[in-house]
């Protein structure tokens, strides 16, 4: 974190990418403010009556691993990415979000930082130092009952296979096929919910095969990764893009009708051909896409995925490079 006498540290380049990749792709509800805990009031009073606040960089450290615990912070706004191990490769054990706390175990417990903590995005804190969080604690012993049946809470809630390196393919940084077969049926239970619409499309890549017969695999690979880069620059954090097999891959657009999606798609579509896949020889990217809008189409992943099975077959029949809808 930027001081007066230090200089702010940051995650590698390859190790933030990674984690703001997970960031934008956990579901939307996952990020609702956590500050309904009974504690929150009081604590919250203290911070804006005493708190000093402090605004770090994405990418930016605000404390690591093994630091001196001499500080506790409230998160205004942003997100913070919780981490051990070192900056170039750490390991990710979730996210903390505005309205909640961080840093108080060093604090409680007088120990050393169990974790390093990470700006996701732009991230704005208060933070009171260490006399302050104990005599709000001895003043409110109820405070820190709070505080420790929430740190429970946490530990009951932790999936570690969330965040492991199963949850994205290896090669393109696309949501893993295993992924996809768990996240579908949290995407339906939330549509249900919230009672929104959303489409599921297969995106087939148009003579894929040629090319590595042609080219080599190399070259492939780097479509391939071309393709991915370009398509999750133009999606929202909402939205979802998985690998199902080879040079077949599976997008949700969540919160959208029929036409919204096609509008959306064919934007995809337009922008692939525009530009040559980097490298030689030039190749120009094509795909074929199926869509199956729920509830519409179906109300089941299963369902979804064979309706949008039939129409992508149906663009290729239909010269490719098109949207069946």
Known sequence: MTTADNHPEFLSALAFQRIQNIYNHTLEGDWLP?????????LQRLVESSGVECQLKAGEILFRENDLANSVYWIEEGALAILQGTLEKPRLLGFRRPGQLVGEIALLEDIPRTAGVAAVVSTRLKSLTRYEFQGLLRRSPGVGIEIMRLLSARLREIQPAEYSAGLFDHLTGALSRQTMDERLEEVIKRARLYNYGFSLSFLDLDHFKKVNDK????????????????????LRTTDLLFLYGGDEFVLVLQGTNPARSHAMIQRLLDNMRTEAVKGEPRIHISFSVGVANFPEDGDSPEALLKIADQRVYSSKNNGRGRISI
Not at 34 to 42: E, V
Not at 215 to 233: I, K
């Open 215 to 234: 080219y080599g695999h190399a070259r492939g690979d780097e479509v391939l990764v071309s393709f991915v880069q370009r398509v999750t620059a133009e």
């Open 34 to 42: 956590q500050n309904t805990q009974p504690f929150a009031s009081t």
